[in-house]
Structures are given as structure tokens and as C-alpha cells.
């Protein structure tokens, strides 16, 4: 029942395992640390994702069979206007950040044949703290809001598309993000890994975050989140047109 649970789970952005790797006490701390962090309140998990770059696009018949992977065709599309949403009482807070930027997001669930079994739509919005560290807030929207926001995206940016085989390997969820358009970065494959760092003896978070990465997969090396790589590998930067 387990196995069938996570299966029928994985691909949702907001998936996530809390395994038996800690004793009960562990296991309560980590799922109100993550409640929190979906709520956009103070939390102390050690959450992250990790990227990784792959030298090309993963064959699909090469995968394990215990590995079940969902499909998704992604399309992501900047918006021009980055003001944030005003707070409960009516102030803008948009002083509090370094920058920030908005897109709508459109995710249609593909089956193995090509076939869209369904679609989602959401708007995020990313904030830019001190110390480059964001903040993703993201809501569902309807089609009907994503149209209506489609005309209003920044056209400065290219509409990215890309191709997601999301999957669950030895308790940590990974995601492939395939580029297909812009057509200059096409075939772009980039690992994404949801990880989260240990507990030491006083139950304090470490900043010490591992990932066992699956071995069927061609790993060229991780991406850092430099400046380099944020310009050469981040969607944000790729969508720039350049003159």
C-alpha cells in the first residue's frame, strides 16, 4: 500500500516522504517543519533541491521496471509586471526584497503514449532575499487565469517548454527537466533532487545534504548556483532574449 501511495504521488510539486529514518519524535518535527514551509511560515527543515547536470536525455527503456516515473509537458512563461501582491494590511512589502519575478505555469500530466491525461495551471512568485536565497510563493490558478495572464507576459523573454520525468528512487524524488524550447538549449537535461540534511545528537539541522543519485542515469557533474551556472542553466536566465 505504501508503494502504490508514492507511486500515485510522484511528479506533485509538492511530494515529499517521511520515512522511517528517525524515530517517531523525528518524524513529527519533520512533518510540522514541512507543513510550515508550505505555508510560508518560519521553519527549520533542511530542505533543498539540488541540481545536476545529465550529458543528454535519459532513454526511458533503460530505466529499472521498480522504477515508476510520471510525464509532463511543461510550459512556463514569464510575466512583465513583478509587483507582489499586497499584504493583510493593505502595505506593500516589496521593499523587503532584492528582487523578484513572477511566471505562470502550465503542466499537462503526458502517458507513455503521448496522451494528456490532465492539466494544471499555477502562478509563482519568486523573491530574491540577502544572501541570494528566495522564496517561492505559489498558487493554482484556473485556464481561464492563465490566458488572461498570458497577455500580460514579459516579452523580453522567450516561453520556455520543457519536458519532466518525474520519479521516485531509493526515498528521494527527482525530476528530469528536458529543454525543448528555446530551440537554442534544446535537449538541455538537468537533474533536480529533493534533498534534506541530517539531524546530529542535539536534534539541530547540519548543513550537510547528500543525494544517492540513481545510477542509471549519466551525471556530468552538480551545478553550484553560481552566477555561471544560474546565467548558462537557470530557466530564468535562459528565457533572456538576446539581441
Given at each position: 500500500m505504501d508503494a502504490l501511495t508514492r507511486a500515485a504521488w510522484v511528479g506533485h510539486p509538492k511530494f515529499m516522504v517521511i520515512d522511517n529514518s528517525t524515530d517517531f519524535e523525528g518524524k513529527m518535527r519533520?512533518?510540522?517543519?514541512?507543513?510550515?514551509?508550505?505555508?510560508?511560515?518560519?521553519?527549520t527543515l533542511n530542505r533543498t533541491t539540488l541540481k545536476?547536470?545529465?550529458?543528454s536525455e535519459p532513454n526511458?527503456?533503460?530505466f529499472p521496471d521498480d522504477i515508476k516515473y510520471h510525464i509532463f509537458d511543461v510550459?512556463?512563461?514569464?510575466?512583465?509586471?513583478n509587483?507582489?501582491?499586497?499584504?493583510?494590511?493593505?502595505?506593500?512589502?516589496r521593499g523587503q526584497y532584492e528582487d523578484e519575478y513572477s511566471f505562470i505555469r502550465k503542466r499537462s500530466h503526458v502517458s507513455q503514449s503521448g496522451l494528456v491525461q490532465g492539466i494544471t495551471y499555477g502562478l509563482t512568485t519568486v523573491r530574491i532575499v540577502s544572501g541570494d536565497q528566495q522564496i517561492e510563493v505559489k498558487r493554482i490558478i484556473t485556464g481561464r487565469e492563465y490566458r488572461s495572464a498570458y497577455k500580460n507576459r514579459d516579452i523580453s523573454r522567450r516561453v520556455v517548454k520543457q519536458k519532466r520525468i518525474?520519479?521516485?528512487?531509493k526515498m528521494q524524488?527527482?525530476?528530469i527537466h528536458i529543454y525543448r524550447e528555446p530551440m537554442d538549449v534544446e535537449g538541455l537535461c538537468i537533474l533536480h533532487a529533493q534533498a534534506e540534511g541530517t539531524e546530529n545528537e542535539h536534534k539541530e539541522k547540519v548543513e550537510d545534504i547528500t543525494v544517492d543519485l540513481p545510477e542509471f542515469l549519466k551525471v556530468v557533474r552538480q551545478l553550484e548556483g553560481t552566477k555561471q551556472d544560474q546565467k548558462?542553466?537557470?530557466a530564468y536566465s535562459i528565457s533572456l532574449v538576446h539581441e
Open positions: 519533520k512533518l510540522v517543519n514541512a507543513t510550515a514551509r508550505l505555508l510560508g511560515l518560519p521553519s545536476y547536470l545529465l550529458d526511458l527503456d533503460f510550459e512556463k512563461v514569464y510575466l512583465h509586471e509587483k507582489p501582491p499586497p499584504s493583510d494590511d493593505g502595505c506593500d512589502d518525474s520519479f521516485l528512487y524524488s527527482f525530476s548558462k542553466y537557470g
